[in-house]
């Protein structure tokens, strides 16, 4: 029993000394977008590789980021852009169609906006503190907002087929919203 000191100094030393020796992510090592979605995609199933490079590369702000962390910063940003968009084409659609005709098409819609307003604020949350470096609650915020896409799609069935006036803007968003879970992970 006299030896626990000793030996909890010891393994403390040696972790100390394991979290040294492995690589940290800097601007010495960065990461780039093909390799945080090749892992992404690799621990994540709802994450296509070629979708992430796709999407992430051609915005300039991808050049911007150093590493995962960035990275998972900017999926946020675009999850995020995402949601808004898909909230004001469910709006824009909202008030072209003659609601007062059919009262189930209106609570489709309107289920759909509070579901796409409350995914944004979700990730808004997500952002905050993923730049805090708090990932698990972001990553715990992230997954909630994926809830969107389902109950808004869930929401239209037993319509026409065809009928869900977003559906494009519903899959990109779920596409986007678990690459942000997938860089989240890797960053925490």
Known sequence: MRFTAPVCILVGLAVAFQA????????????????ACKGASDTHHGVDYDHCVRSLSPDPRSGEAVGIHDLAVLAT???????????????????L??????????????????QYGGAADQLRDALDNLQAGVYGRALELIMA???ASQSCENAWQ?????????AAHDREYDRMTHIAVGFTHAAA
């Open 97 to 114: 169609e003659d609601m007062e005709s059919d009262p189930k098409k209106r609570a489709r819609y309107e289920h759909c906006l509070e």
């Open 77 to 95: 940003k675009l999850a995020i852009e995402h949601a808004e968009s898909t909230e004001s084409k469910i709006s824009d659609l909202a008030e």
């Open 145 to 147: 907002s994926l809830g």
């Open 158 to 166: 037993g319509a026409d087929k065809g009928s869900m006036p977003v």
């Open 20 to 35: 040294a020796a492995q690589p940290e992510e800097s601007c010495a090592n960065p990461v780039t977008v093909s390799q």
